[in-house]
C-alpha cells in the first residue's frame, strides 16, 4: 500500500471510432483509483518542455495500472478526478518486481475545461 494513499475516481477510454473521417463521442468507464499527488520538484519542472511549465502538473503514485495515450489504436489518455479538478496522464513510469514496492509514477497535467 502506498503511504498516505486516497481514493479518486479514474475515467478510461476504448479505442476511437469513426463515423466517416468524423470521431464519435464516447463516454468513458469510471473506477476508483488509490494513490497519492505529489508536487513537482525543481529538477523535475526543468525537464518538463517550455510551455508545460506553466501547467498544473503534477506527480502520482498508484499500485494500480494507469495509462497514457496510444497512438497506434488511438485509446485517449487515462484521466483522474481529484480535488475539483480532472487531471490528464501524460507519461507513466512502472516501477516493477524489482522495486522494493512495486508501483507506477504518473505525470498528470490539469484539463482545461
Given at each position: 500500500m502506498i503511504l498516505g494513499a486516497q481514493q479518486f475516481t479514474l475515467r478510461r477510454f476504448g479505442p476511437t471510432r469513426y463515423s466517416g473521417h468524423q470521431p464519435l463521442p464516447q463516454s468513458p468507464s469510471t473506477s476508483v483509483i488509490f494513490g497519492t499527488f505529489q508536487p513537482l520538484n525543481g529538477e523535475e519542472l526543468q525537464l518538463l518542455p517550455e510551455g508545460d511549465r506553466v501547467r498544473d502538473t503534477q506527480k502520482f503514485y498508484t499500485e494500480q495500472e494507469i495509462r497514457t495515450v496510444n497512438e497506434l489504436t488511438e485509446t485517449?489518455?487515462?484521466?483522474?478526478?481529484?480535488?475539483?479538478?480532472?487531471?490528464?496522464?501524460?507519461?507513466?513510469?512502472?516501477?516493477?518486481?524489482?522495486a522494493p514496492l512495486p508501483h507506477f509514477k504518473a505525470l498528470l497535467v490539469r484539463k482545461q475545461l
Open positions: 485517449p489518455a487515462d484521466e483522474l478526478e481529484a480535488y475539483g479538478q480532472v487531471y490528464e496522464v501524460h507519461r507513466v513510469e512502472r516501477h516493477g518486481p524489482g
